[in-house]
């Protein structure tokens, strides 16, 4: 991963509540030519802070749309402990605050009225493709990288939003169940398979592919 691109923006730290749940949020909007927003979910043990994903997003915002970094768990709820644990595996749970989320970025003048597209990585993909199946013909595009769409398993069949599964050559198991994973999906998904790539895309130039195929993906569906 190189440099972060340099980015005319404006970012802005929010608060999104509901049933005293109170969830950290990043949201990023370009200086000019708002084409859509893009709700970032990330994996297990990661957060809004995730280097990779601020990567992704910074290189978004430079191709025209606002991104919204969030927590979908609070601080206690991440800690990693015998009584906290099973929340960062609860899917379930994880596309529901995709969905406060979203529902929260509808309401917000000037970014609400446009488009909407999920980005998520690893667990996070399967709370997007959650959130996207219930959300309808709302969510305009979805984008998984080294995603696990099998953990989606009983609603992919009703993931309609064009998706985009990105995954590392090198990364064979994932690939296996992003195969399989489209197989049950009834609307348009295409799988990239970056050269080279592992599972966090960490080689050189790994993550500019990755940002690459989903400011196009973006591009051409959240119209």
């Known amino acids: 991963m190189t440099s972060t691109p340099a ?8 608060r999104i509540t509901r049933q005293g749940i109170s969830l950290s949020a990043d949201v990023i909007r370009p200086a000019v030519g708002l084409r859509g927003t893009i709700l970032f979910a990330h994996g ?10 601020r990567w992704v997003a910074a290189r978004l915002v430079d191709a025209g749309f606002a991104t919204v970094l969030l927590d979908l768990l609070t601080p206690t709820e991440d800690r990693v402990d015998q009584r906290t644990r099973e929340f960062r595996f609860d899917i379930p749970l994880l596309a529901e605050r995709l969905e406060w989320a ?10 609400g009225e ?15 493709l959650i959130a996207a199946a219930r959300q309808g013909e709302r ?16 609603h992919l069949a009703a993931v309609h939003a064009p998706t ?36 966090l895309f960490e ?20 119209v």
């Open 164 to 199: 985009l599964l990105i995954v590392g050559a090198q990364d064979p198991e994932v690939l296996e169940l992003n195969q399989t994973a489209a197989r049950h999906m009834p609307g348009l998904v295409k799988i990239e398979i970056v050269p080279g790539a592992t599972h």
């Open 7 to 14: 980015v005319r923006s404006a970012e802005t730290a929010v």
């Open 44 to 53: 297990s043990g990661s957060s809004r802070l995730s280097p990779r994903n």
């Open 203 to 222: 080689e050189p130039g790994a993550l500019e592919t990755v940002s690459d195929l989903a400011r196009d993906w973006f591009r051409q569906y959240m």
């Open 114 to 128: 446009l488009p909407v597209g999920y980005f998520g990585a690893s667990t996070g993909a399967a709370a997007a």
């Open 139 to 154: 969510i305009s595009a979805v984008v998984s990288r080294g995603g696990r769409p099998d953990l989606a398993h009983g």
């Open 102 to 111: 979203t529902n929260w970025l509808r309401k917000q003048h000037g970014i």
